[in-house]
């Protein structure tokens, strides 16, 4: 969205000269799936498994965040475990962090 946007671009100017602070690329495109979840009491990656249009599902944008902080910690995803989510959606190329 516009504010997240924003948000992002205000944090980035913030913090531009601290080498210590990182940004993920990581983009949760919509928060409805996580409100449900938290709703449910079941985590969003087990709620939203599968998602109509061109989003990524829950499940989708978990497992490139664990991956995104996996390799953060210098070490590999195993992607094998991230295809047994049935990923039909196509990865996003959006510019993203700073």
Same mark, same amino acid.
């Given at each position: 969205?516009?504010?997240?946007? /924003?948000?992002?671009?205000?944090?980035c100017e913030v913090f531009s000269d601290q080498a210590s602070v990182q940004f993920?690329?990581? !983009?949760?495109? *919509?928060? !409805? /799936?996580? =409100? $449900?979840?938290?709703? =449910?009491?079941?985590? !969003?990656?087990?709620?939203?498994?599968? =998602? =109509? #249009?061109? *989003?990524?599902?829950?499940?989708?944008?978990? !497992? $490139?965040?664990? #991956? $995104?902080?996996?390799?953060?910690? #210098?070490?590999?995803?195993?992607?094998?475990? /991230?295809? #047994?989510?049935g990923s039909d959606a196509p990865a996003q190329e959006a510019a993203r962090g700073?």
């Amino acid at each position: 969205t516009y504010d997240g946007a /924003a948000i992002n671009k205000a944090l980035c100017e913030v913090f531009s000269d601290q080498a210590s602070v990182q940004f993920l690329n990581v !983009v949760i495109p *919509s928060l !409805v /799936a996580y =409100r $449900e979840a938290t709703t =449910r009491q079941i985590p !969003v990656h087990i709620h939203e498994t599968h =998602r =109509r #249009g061109n *989003s990524p599902a829950a499940r989708e944008v978990m !497992v $490139e965040l664990l #991956g $995104e902080i996996i390799d953060l910690q #210098g070490l590999t995803l195993n992607l094998d475990l /991230a295809a #047994g989510f049935g990923s039909d959606a196509p990865a996003q190329e959006a510019a993203r962090g700073c």
